[in-house]
């Protein structure tokens, strides 16, 4: 099992940034996929973004594609979603999920992390 503690989320303007981070400890990384979903009041967990950790393929959900981008830090297992022209949309908490896997196959099912980080709030005002 893998611990993930997201920060970084708060309030920012529609057409402004934000950048999440998640440090990761207690598992290798190099066997996992990272991914980011997010949750609005009254709705189902959504994804957002994944990667495998080791490879160079990442998957993005159509919403936020262009606009947001996943990334990692290896050197201290920290795992990124820089965040830009937000939208009101966008306001959800967002999590840092991990699972073991060598693909982004199946990455979009929030079914498939076992492990989660507590999320963090991120709120886009119009």
């Known amino acids: 099992q893998v611990q993930l503690v997201e920060s970084g989320g708060g309030l920012v303007q529609a057409g402004g940034s934000l950048r999440l981070s998640c440090a990761a400890s207690?598992?290798?990384?190099?066997?996992?996929?990272m991914g980011w979903f997010r949750q609005a009041p009254g709705q189902e967990r959504d994804f957002v973004a994944a990667?495998?950790?080791?490879?160079?393929?990442?998957d993005y959900a159509d919403s936020v594609k262009g606009r947001f981008t996943i990334s990692r830090d290896s050197a201290d297992d920290t795992v990124y979603l820089q965040m830009s022209s937000l939208k009101p949309e966008d306001t959800a908490v967002y999590y840092c999920?991990?699972?073991?896997?060598?693909?982004?196959?199946?990455?979009?099912?929030?079914?498939?992390?076992?492990?989660w980080g507590q999320g963090t709030q991120v709120t886009v005002s119009s």
């Open positions: 207690g598992r290798t990384l190099s066997s996992y996929v």
């Open positions: 999920a991990g699972r073991i896997g060598y693909t982004t196959y199946g990455a979009r099912n929030p079914a498939a992390y076992p492990d």
């Open positions: 990667f495998q950790w080791s490879g160079s393929r990442t």
